[in-house]
Nanobody, 127 residues
């Protein structure tokens, strides 16, 4: 059974930092697309960052570039999202996801291409 378990969410003041982690079990990752997504209140789920498990270019949502860093620990089968200089617009439920499909580069950023999802972790940024 494939399981993705996020952790690390919480509440911070603007300018603060959080690091999200996602532990993947029950699935053997190779060059799969892996991603972080978020859903803010009354908004659609959107891509935050995506990359291939095997390496290569990381895609970031424009508004998080320079503030968020997506990394992976292949030994621990863990994805991480370091989030710095957070602002209230970053408030959302954050999800990690993996795709079981053989995707081309342009497809990695598409939410509908992801097959397995974590339960989400809440990030709240407020003063």
């Amino acid at each position: 059974q494939v399981q993705l378990e996020e952790s690390g969410g919480g509440s911070v003041h603007p300018g603060g930092s959080l690091k999200l982690s996602c532990e993947v079990s029950g699935y053997s990752l190779s060059n799969n697309a892996v991603g972080w997504f978020r859903r803010a209140p009354q908004r659609e789920r959107e891509l935050v960052a995506a990359q291939r498990w095997g390496g290569g270019t990381t895609f970031y949502k424009d508004s998080v570039k320079g503030r968020f860093t997506f990394s992976r620990d292949r030994a621990k089968t863990t994805l991480s999202l370091q989030m710095n200089n957070l602002n209230p617009d970053d408030t959302a439920v954050y999800y990690c996801a993996i795709s079981a499909r053989n995707l081309i580069a342009s497809e990695i950023r598409k939410i509908e291409q992801y097959d397995y999802w974590g339960q989400g972790t809440q990030v709240t940024v407020s003063s």
